[in-house]
C-alpha cells in the first residue's frame, strides 16, 4: 500500500515538473525573434486538407514548434513521413518526447534559413510575416516542381508568373482568417 501511494506521489511530481518545464521553455522561446505560438486545431485540420496530401508525399513543417502538426499529418496519414525542422533545441526536445509513438514523425533541430527543402513537396509555415517573406525564395527554388506551400502569409509584391497563389478564408472563435496555397508553375497538381 505504502508503495502504491509514493509511486502515484513520483508520478505526481514528474507530471507537475514535466509541464512546468515545458511552459518555461514555451515561455523563454517569447524572447526569440519568432516566438512559438501553436495553431489551433481546426486551423491545423483545415491547412492539412489544403495540402492534398497523398501516398509518397514528403511533408514539412516549417518552425515545428512542440510536434504538434506533424503528429497530426502521421496520425492521418500513417504512411506519410512527416518532418518538422525547428531551431529552439529545447522546444525540439519536447517535440520529440510527445512523438516517441510516431515512428515516421521526424523531429529535427535546424534553422530554416540553412536547411535544404529539395525532397518535400507538402510544405506548412506558420511563421511572421517577415521572416516567411525572407524564406519563401529559397523554399521555392528549392522544391521539386510539384511542391505545394501553405503559409500562414503570402506577400502580393511577390505575385509572380510562376507561382500560383489561392487564398483560402477560414473561421476561428468569430475571426475571418486565411492561409495561402502557394504552387510553382502556376500548378495545382500534387502527383509525383
Ligand atoms: C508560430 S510557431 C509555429 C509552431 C507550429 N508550426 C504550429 O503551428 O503549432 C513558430 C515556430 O518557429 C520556430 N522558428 C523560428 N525561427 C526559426 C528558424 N529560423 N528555424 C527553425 N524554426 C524557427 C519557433 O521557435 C517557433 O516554434
Not at 489551433?40 to 492539412?48: D, G, L, S, V, Y
Not at 502521421?74 to 533545441?89: C, D, H, L, M, Q
Request: aromatic share 18%; hydrophobic share 40%; glycine share 4%.
Amino acid at each position: 500500500m505504502d508503495l502504491f501511494y509514493w509511486i502515484i506521489v513520483l508520478i505526481g511530481y514528474l507530471t507537475a515538473f514535466y509541464f512546468l518545464f515545458y511552459s518555461f521553455v514555451i515561455a523563454i522561446s517569447f524572447f526569440q525573434q519568432v516566438p512559438f505560438v501553436p495553431l489551433e486545431k481546426q486551423a491545423i485540420k483545415f491547412a492539412i486538407s489544403l495540402l492534398n496530401i497523398t501516398k509518397d508525399d514528403m511533408f514539412l513543417d516549417v518552425g515545428s514548434g512542440d510536434g504538434r502538426v506533424v503528429r497530426r499529418v502521421v496520425r492521418s496519414f500513417p504512411y506519410v513521413s512527416a518532418t518538422g525542422i525547428e531551431y529552439n533545441k529545447l522546444l525540439n526536445y519536447f517535440a520529440k518526447l510527445q512523438s516517441v509513438f510516431y515512428p515516421n514523425a521526424n523531429l529535427l533541430s535546424h534553422d530554416a534559413y540553412t536547411f535544404s527543402y529539395k525532397k518535400y513537396n507538402k510544405i506548412f509555415i506558420y511563421l511572421t510575416s517577415d521572416m516567411i517573406s525572407k524564406l519563401l525564395p529559397k523554399i521555392l527554388k528549392d522544391t521539386p516542381d510539384d511542391a505545394v506551400i501553405v503559409s500562414s502569409y503570402f506577400s502580393p509584391e511577390y505575385t509572380s508568373s510562376k507561382i500560383g497563389v489561392t487564398e483560402k478564408k477560414y473561421r476561428i472563435n468569430g475571426k475571418i482568417k486565411s492561409f495561402f496555397v502557394i504552387t510553382k508553375n502556376g500548378n495545382r497538381s500534387s502527383k509525383r
